[in-house]
């Protein structure tokens, strides 16, 4: 018998747990992972940003975990020597459209407290010389971090306070009784006192298999990402955005520097056919089934209709792909860049069509449901395990 079983072992089932040991040392806890490592899904696969919060709606769970998030997940890498870096970054307008929705995000960048700066087109060539664009934002707080390395910390602090990690061990079933939860899993029962489930791409499945309903269905994303040739990383020194578009639940094509040095374009942002589906190929036929019978998914493809067409052309034509990033850099050629790994979104859909925008955490007496929390959860992983520790009753 555990005090708390967590299911999930990806950065913030993790950061959960170790929050759990700091809080409640002499409580016993165990985190449950169906895969041989920790991060093997969405924090394995992300771009290693350090968001600043510039996007989120004032006030927003999102905003406030991630303007803190920024700073605690510096210092914790300081403090642990994990690979990381605050470069900053700039989000670029390139069409005159573009310029009152760029005065629209600085403005919300000082909303949610931000040192945000607007520049001109000839700032942003003395950060990014090969960008071209009509004005920009500069964000000194972004930077880039190594998420798995943090995640393999999260969990080396976890065994230290004495909390145990299970790997390859998979819930299939939730069972209830008065003082406790029955987890049933491939490697037999485990009981809890409390459960949270932290389990990203499969959230809504274990909230539904302990018999509650989210109200929104996971729809997986797949990102599609190019590297530049090491020859060309000159092209890009940190971080360059576009301004996204408002009405489009996506950030748009961008270029990353990634922490080992490569740079990464993209993502591009397509249905996943497989909620673990990085490629192209990868092909669930239930889950598959589950999302075209599913009224919120035909609702969100009506309603971008054009920007999904044009991410589903980019998917399929290199060509096309190109001619996105050309709009920050215009120096880009096809021969430039070559495919590199995909990773899959967690996005969690009403069956009004309407996304899940900010992060939801649903709670009960015995368990706590974190039933959406995308990006930028691996920057405010420190900040969701305080704040989903700080909801337990003692």
């Known amino acids: 018998m555990y005090d708390f079983?967590?299911?999930?072992?990806?950065?913030?089932?993790?950061?959960?747990a170790m929050m759990l040991g700091q809080k409640f040392p002499k409580l016993s806890l165990?985190?449950?992972?169906?895969?041989?490592?920790?991060?093997?899904?969405?924090?394995?696969?992300?771009?290693?940003?350090?968001?600043?919060?510039?996007?989120?709606?004032?006030?927003?769970?999102?905003?406030?975990?991630?303007?803190a998030g920024s700073q605690s997940m510096v210092e914790f890498c300081q403090r642990y020597n994990i690979p990381h870096e605050v470069c900053g970054k700039v989000i670029v307008?390139?069409?005159?459209?573009?310029?009152?929705?760029?005065?629209?995000?600085?403005?919300?960048?000082?909303?949610?407290g931000l040192q945000v700066k607007k520049i001109s087109s000839e700032q942003v060539k003395e950060?990014?010389?090969y960008v071209s664009c009509l004005g920009g934002i500069y964000v000194p707080t972004s930077g880039i971090a190594d998420y798995k390395k943090v995640c393999q910390k999260y969990a080396e602090?976890?065994?230290?306070?004495?909390?145990?990690?299970?790997?390859?061990?998979?819930?299939?079933?939730?069972?209830?009784?008065?003082?406790?939860?029955?987890?049933?899993?491939?490697?037999?029962?485990?009981?809890?006192?409390?459960?949270?489930?932290?389990?990203?791409?499969?959230?809504?499945?274990?909230?539904e298999l302990d018999g509650v309903n989210p109200q929104a269905k996971i729809v997986p994303f797949r990102g599609e990402y190019y590297q530049l040739k090491p020859e060309k990383r000159y092209l890009v020194k940190t971080l360059i955005y576009p301004v996204p578009n408002p009405e489009f639940p996506f950030l748009g094509v961008h270029f990353t520097?990634?922490?080992?040095?490569?740079?990464?374009?993209?993502?591009?942002?397509?249905?996943?056919?497989?909620?673990?589906?990085?490629?192209?190929?990868?092909?669930?036929?239930?889950?598959?089934?589950?999302?075209?019978?599913y009224p919120g998914f035909w609702k969100l493809a009506a309603k971008h209709a054009d920007e999904g067409i044009k991410e589903i052309i980019r998917s399929f034509s290199k060509a096309a792909f190109v001619n996105s990033l050309q709009q920050l850099i215009?120096?880009?050629?096809?021969?430039?860049?070559?495919?590199?790994?995909?990773?899959v979104r967690a996005q969690a859909l009403k069956a009004d069509g309407k996304l899940v925008d900010d992060f939801l955490i649903i709670q009960n007496e015995q368990a706590m449901h974190v039933c959406n929390a995308p990006s930028p959860a691996a920057t405010a992983s420190l900040e969701i395990g305080k704040y989903i520790v700080a909801q337990i009753p003692e």
Request: net charge neutral; charged share 25%; with cysteine.
């Open 330 to 343: 215009p120096d880009v050629t096809a021969d430039d860049i070559i495919p590199c790994e995909a990773g």
């Open 5 to 16: 079983a967590i299911i999930g072992g990806g950065i913030i089932g993790l950061s959960t």
């Open 127 to 129: 950060k990014e010389p």
């Open 257 to 293: 520097r990634m922490i080992d040095g490569s740079i990464h374009a993209g993502p591009n942002a397509v249905l996943s056919l497989k909620r673990e589906g990085y490629k192209k190929t990868d092909f669930d036929l239930k889950e598959f089934a589950e999302v075209m019978t």
């Open 30 to 67: 165990i985190v449950l992972e169906k895969e041989g490592e920790v991060a093997a899904h969405q924090t394995g696969h992300n771009s290693g940003v350090i968001h600043s919060g510039i996007y989120y709606k004032p006030g927003s769970f999102k905003a406030k975990f991630t303007r």
């Open 157 to 207: 602090l976890i065994q230290q306070q004495g909390g145990e990690i299970q790997f390859n061990t998979k819930v299939i079933k939730i069972k209830n009784t008065k003082q406790s939860k029955i987890l049933e899993t491939t490697k037999g029962e485990i009981e809890a006192k409390f459960i949270i489930n932290c389990a990203g791409l499969y959230s809504d499945r274990m909230a």
């Open 93 to 112: 307008a390139t069409k005159e459209q573009e310029l009152p929705l760029l005065d629209n995000l600085y403005q919300r960048g000082l909303e949610n």
